[in-house]
DNA sequence: GCGGCGAATGTTATATTATAACATATCCAT
DNA sequence: ATGGATATGTTATAATATAACATTCGCCGC
């Protein structure tokens, strides 16, 4: 679904906009956080929290292993502050393609080649806003997961 | 959410649907499928694997302890024919309020207590499948979970 | 009835995901 | 430099889920 010409770029780009944020907020962006925001931008699909922690230790020896809790407290510090989503029919995490401007967000999640493609829609937001309004509820939380199969590995091969 | 003067009828209710269900699609609704979903039914809110193990380990005595693989095929069995559904934000299972007219359905969650209402929305299907089309994505499954707090939480207590 | 086949369940073990609880280190304002 | 808040280290374990193989059950044709 993305076609970066340079990955690289992708990542310096994330990393360098929650810099900037965590900056303006006063929030800590620390040597583990940076890391971990890194890996979770491996690529464009959700990545599991183990394989965070796996790929951490194989990157620092210098740091001792690192430990499960370690990779949670990074991974709950950028979910909150919006740098990274939960994917939760993954049990997995993706970066914020855009954690500035943010309402709620949905995901278009490749079955296929594993990326997801964060949207927001005015449409779908409405149309929640409308069904929360009509059964008296006050909505807090949104999570909308759409599984399926990209243009791109549609066209690529026959499914 | 749910007003039910009787929940036994809910859950009867529950239990008769499925056995014709299964009947007309000539599957085995099995003794423990039975009581798995009558578990899965004890109240209107999704409940864990595990407290449906638990609860059958109390249950019923003259089967040896029940294990974690009989319960998730259990769970198995009913999900992919339509009779409980899982909430992945939750990591819990709650059962189908409507398992024969079935479309994309999606859940309003109150996180006060506890109980998940099964909706079906046109204006919500009928977004996510533009948003598909304009992304060129061919959408299989749709997680859309709404959690907040129900009018009745709101009614009776200061949030 | 009975023999055989596929579906369901039993059983053991373990994989995967996540957090509790407490100790230590680091940051930074004063 | 020191104290309080924040972050990380460390140990242990909780919670969720599945792999793999053995056994039993239900049904169908004979």
Redesign the interface.
Known sequence: MYNCTSHKDCIADALHQAEEICAARHLRFTEIRRKVLELVWQNHGPVKAYDILDRLDGLDHRIAAIKPPTVYRALDFLTENGLVHKI??LNAFVGCSHPLRHKEC?F?I??DCGEA?E?C?P??I???S???QR?????????????????DC?GSAAS
């Open positions: 939760n029919s949905y278009l490749c079955s493609k949207c829609n449409d779908i409405e149309a929640i409308k069904t929360s059964n008296e509820f006050q909505a807090e939380h949104v999570t909308l997961e759409i599984t399926g199969e990209c243009s549609r």
